[in-house]
T-cell receptor, first 113, second 114 residues
Framework: IAGITQAPTSQILAAGRRMTLRCTQD?????MYWYRQDLGLGLRLIHY???????GKGEVPDGYSVSRANTDDFPLTLASAVPSQTSVYFC????????????FGPGTRLTVL | AQTVTQSQPEMSVQEAETVTLSCTYD???????LFWYKQPPSRQMILVIR??????QNATENRFSVNFQKAAKSFSLKISDSQLGDTAMYFC???????????FGAGTRLTVKP
């Protein structure tokens, strides 16, 4: 593994179903993030985690939950998917230091019907 | 709350020419970071250039440079000698110092024409 991986690459989901998007990084970054990307809106922060064992809410957290059991993994769960959650989801991690650069995974395209 | 505005939804430029993408932001903070990310058709988000607000000198990375005007809250990206591979969505982003909330603009779709 090099960097950040996300799974699945894409998914079509029936409304009301539960879905977990997976994210794994091998850079030992403490901070991790979940964004959703929607046309005309850019990327918006859903949830974040400063370090293993802690999580926080971003700009658009409703309908989503996260956990951070260890440094490498940061799964995002949709408990009961709705069509408005159709989006492209990006996981990111942040390098420590002065630049605060975020590294992004390849994204998951989720369609909720 | 911080907001980031990219006023140009789409732009095009001829290969080898220069193009400037605009970005303005709104904040009351004095210490923050600004970024430009590139998203080609592959969907991967790639950092192009970064700027620390306390630095007056404009950042430069090869053919990419910024014009950072702190008082005007403006952070434009200049791409010189445009190449076909520069075709992508470009996102401007803002992040406060010691904060996790990175705010993105809506993006500018740049097409480089041969």
């Amino acid at each position: 593994i090099a960097g950040i991986t996300q799974a699945p690459t894409s998914q079509i989901l029936a409304a009301g179903r539960r879905m977990t998007l997976r994210c794994t990084q091998d850079m030992r970054h403490n901070a991790m993030y979940w964004y959703r990307q929607d046309l005309g809106l850019g990327l918006r922060l859903i949830h974040y985690s400063n370090t293993a064992g802690t999580t926080g809410k971003g700009e658009v957290p409703d309908g989503y939950s996260v956990s951070r059991a260890n440094t490498d993994d940061f799964p995002l769960t949709l408990a009961s998917a709705v069509p408005s959650q159709t989006s492209v989801y990006f996981c990111a991690s942040k390098r420590e230091g002065r630049y605060n650069e975020q590294f992004f995974g390849p994204g998951t395209r989720l369609t909720v019907l | 709350a911080q907001t980031v505005t990219q006023s140009q939804p789409e732009m095009s430029v001829q290969e080898a020419e220069t193009v400037t993408l605009s970005c303005t932001y709104d904040t009351s903070e004095n210490n923050y970071y600004l970024f430009w990310y590139k998203q080609p058709p592959s969907r991967q988000m790639i950092l192009v250039i970064r700027q620390e607000a306390y630095k007056q000198q404009n950042a430069t990375e090869n053919r990419f440079s910024v014009n950072f005007q702190k008082a005007a809250k403006s952070f434009s990206l200049k791409i010189s000698d445009s190449q076909l591979g520069d075709t992508a969505m470009y996102f401007c982003a803002f992040m406060k110092h010691n904060n996790n909330d990175m705010r993105f603009g809506a993006g500018t779709r740049l097409t480089v024409k041969p």
